[in-house]
C-alpha cells in the first residue's frame, strides 16, 4: 500500500466464491457466465441440481487471452479451474476439485511432480464447519503452508509471466472463528481462547507471502484481491419456512417438527407457487406455467407475483421487531444479459448479516443455527485490492473499485489486448 494504490474492492452479485473468482478472472457477470452459486439448476424441472465446475465456463479467463498472446501462466488452487483446462503454462486446480486422486494439474504429468515435491496437496479444509476449533485451527495453517510450499515450488521452477494463487486458509479461517474476535458478533466473549486466532494466522500468512515476494524480485507487479469481504453472521432465516407460511409453499404433508432439507418430493407442486434454496444468499424460484413441468403460476401473473414476494420479504422485521433491510433483486436488473437458468429473486437478509436457510419444520423463520453447521462470518460486498510494483496506476486510495476491474486491468498492465466489452474498467493511467 505505501508503494502503490488500494482501497474497497466491490464483489459480484451474488458474492459468493463461485462465481465471484470465475467473475473477477473473465471480466463477466454472472448472468453472463450463466453461474449464480456451487450449486446451479440444470434445467427447470425441481430435482435438476449440479455443482459448477469449469466446465460450466464458456467465457475466456484471464489466462487464456494470456495464452493467445504467448505469455506463460502458473494458476494455483483457483476456484472453479476443475478439471484443468490447456493452458501456456502450468494449472494446480483449487476449490471443487474431488480429491488428488483426480487429475488436478495441467500438464497432466505436474501431478506427480507436485505431489512428490509436497508429500501431499491440500485442495481445502475439511469439515470447517465444526465445534472443534481448536483441529480445525490446527487445518487451516496446515493448508496455507501446503499452498505456500506449492507456490514457492512453482515460482521458483516454471517458467511465467502471469502468476496467480488463491490461498482458501484466509476464507475458512473467518467463517470459523469471527464469532471470537469480534466484539460486536452475538456470540462474542472477551477473554475467550481463540481471541487471536485471526490475527495469529495473517501473521503467519504475511510472512509466507515475504518469502513469496522475495523470489518473484521488486520488478514485478504484484496484487493481492478478495472474491469478497466478510462479517458477522447474526443468525438465519429460514426462507422456504416463510414461504410456507405466506401461502406460496405447499407441501404434501405437515412439516416436519425438527429442520430438514427441503426435497422435491415433499412439495404438492400442484398447489405451490415459489420455493427457496438456502445460502450466504437465498435464491427463490417460481413455479410458472409453460416452465416448471407443473407450473401453477400463469404468464401474466409472473411480474406480480415476484414484486410482490419481493415487497414482503423487504418488509419482514427481525425478531427484534424492526425491520431487517431485506433486498430481494431481480437477475435482469442485476446482469447484462441472464444464461442458465437464474433464480427468479436473489434475497439479501439484513444486508448479509442473516444467511437463507433452506430448511423446512421446526416451527420458526428464525435461526440461530447454521443449516450446514457452526459458522461465525457471512460474506460481504466489499472485499480487498492493493497493488504496487506497476507503475503505471494512481497512487493512494481508489474509490468505486470492482471486482471486474481486475482482468482489464491486468491486461493492460501486460500489454494484451481484451475483448473491449468486460464488465469492469482499466484503471491503468
Not at 464458456?58 to 494458476?75: F, T, V
Not at 483446462?85 to 494446480?92: A, D, H, T
Not at 430438514?260 to 407457487?273: E, G, K, Q
Amino acid at each position: 500500500m505505501a508503494e502503490g494504490t488500494w482501497g474497497r474492492l466491490r464483489s459480484c452479485d451474488p458474492p459468493i466464491t463461485v462465481p465471484a473468482w470465475s467473475c473477477m478472472m473473465s471480466g463477466r457477470d454472472p448472468g453472463r457466465l450463466g453461474v449464480y452459486g456451487f450449486r446451479n439448476r440444470r434445467d427447470h424441472s425441481y430435482d435438476a441440481a449440479s455443482i459448477a465446475t469449469a466446465q460450466d465456463l464458456h467465457e475466456p479467463r484471464l489466462w487464456d487471452y494470456l495464452s493467445e498472446a504467448g505469455k506463460d501462466s502458473i494458476l494455483l488452487g483457483i476456484p472453479q479451474t476443475f478439471p484443468p483446462r490447456p493452458l501456456r503454462g502450468c494449472m494446480v486446480s483449487g476449490l471443487l476439485t474431488p480429491d488428488v486422486s483426480a487429475n488436478f494439474t495441467y500438464p497432466p504429468e505436474l501431478r506427480a511432480e507436485l505431489l512428490d515435491m509436497l508429500g501431499e496437496y491440500i485442495i481445502d479444509v475439511d469439515d470447517f464447519r465444526t465445534e472443534d476449533k481448536a483441529g480445525l485451527l490446527k487445518r487451516i495453517h496446515r493448508l496455507m503452508e501446503n499452498r505456500f510450499d506449492a507456490a514457492l515450488y512453482l515460482a521458483k521452477h516454471k517458467p511465467w509471466d502471469f502468476f496467480m494463487m488463491v490461498e482458501m486458509g484466509v476464507d475458512r479461517l473467518h467463517h470459523g472463528f469471527w464469532q471470537y474476535a469480534d466484539p460486536q458478533h452475538p456470540l462474542y466473549e472477551a477473554g475467550n481462547p481463540f481471541e487471536g486466532a485471526i490475527r495469529d494466522f495473517y501473521e503467519a500468512l504475511d510472512r509466507r507471502l515475504g518469502e513469496l515476494l522475495a523470489c518473484v524480485g521488486p520488478e514485478t507487479a504484484v496484487v493481492v484481491v478478495s472474491d469478497h469481504g466478510a462479517r458477522a453472521l447474526e443468525g438465519g432465516f429460514c426462507l422456504n419456512e416463510w414461504l410456507i407460511r405466506e401461502g406460496y409453499l405447499v407441501l404434501n404433508s405437515a412439516a416436519p417438527d425438527t429442520a430438514s432439507p427441503l426435497d422435491h418430493t415433499m412439495v404438492d407442486w400442484t398447489r405451490a407457487r415459489a420455493w427457496a434454496w438456502g445460502g450466504y444468499y437465498g435464491r427463490v424460484f417460481l413455479n410458472v406455467e409453460g416452465r416448471e413441468p407443473l407450473g401453477t403460476v400463469a404468464e401474466g401473473d409472473y411480474e406480480n407475483l415476484r414484486d410482490e414476494i419481493a415487497a414482503k420479504l423487504a418488509e419482514q422485521c427481525g425478531p427484534d421487531g424492526r425491520a431487517m433491510g431485506n433486498r430481494a433483486l431481480k437477475p435482469e436488473e442485476l446482469y447484462s444479459e441472464v444464461r442458465g437458468v437464474a433464480p427468479d429473486l436473489l434475497v439479501y437478509f439484513g444486508e448479509l448479516a442473516w444467511r437463507a436457510v433452506g430448511t423446512v419444520g421446526g416451527g420458526d423463520v428464525f435461526t440461530e443455527r447454521n443449516d450446514t453447521g457452526p459458522d461465525g462470518a457471512n460474506h460481504d460486498f466489499e472485499g480487498i485490492f492493493i497493488m504496487s510494483g506497476a507503475g503505471q496506476l494512481p497512487q493512494g486510495e481508489l474509490s468505486a473499485l470492482s471486482l471486474y476491474d481486475v482482468a482489464p486491468t491486468l491486461l493492460d498492465l501486460m500489454g494484451v489486448a481484451g475483448p473491449g466489452d468486460f464488465a469492469g474498467k482499466s484503471l491503468v493511467k
